[in-house]
């Protein structure tokens, strides 16, 4: 029971191998309760995370289809000062910064587009 039980169970937790053989079970409680603490927080940030993704499929769905959508941002949200240089004259752009630029180009000519719109349906 030892070696097919708690002791996988306390490896798993963060019990370092010498030091579980000091311990009895009860002691072992509080490495269960921080593995169930670190397994929570991870999966909260994995649900963000996924809630993330849907945020930003619905803005771009909504660039696409609706006319009075505001733009997809520039930059992720929440990174508003973590700005990426362009790439110097040479480098290869990768896919993120490409898409970036697509973004940028795209809401730009949305802007013209809307403002267009706006001209010509006032006069």
Not at 14 to 29: A, D, I, Q, V
Not at 51 to 59: A, D
Not at 67 to 83: A, L, V, W
Request: aromatic share 14%.
């Amino acid at each position: 029971m030892i070696y097919n039980i708690w002791l996988p169970y306390a490896l798993m937790y963060g019990c370092p191998y010498e030091l579980f053989w000091t311990l009895n079970p009860t002691k072992l409680e509080p490495w269960r309760k921080k593995k169930e603490y670190e397994d929570k927080q991870q999966a909260e940030v994995i649900d963000f995370l996924a809630w993330r993704i849907g945020y930003y499929n619905v803005l771009a769905m909504g660039v696409w289809w609706a006319t009075n959508s505001p733009p997809y941002p520039q930059e992720p949200e929440g990174r508003k000062d973590d700005r990426v240089p362009p790439p110097n004259k040479g480098e290869v752009m990768t896919d993120g910064a490409k898409f970036r630029a697509f973004a940028v180009a795209h809401n730009q000519a949305l802007k013209k587009k809307r403002e267009k719109q706006s001209v010509d349906s006032r006069g």
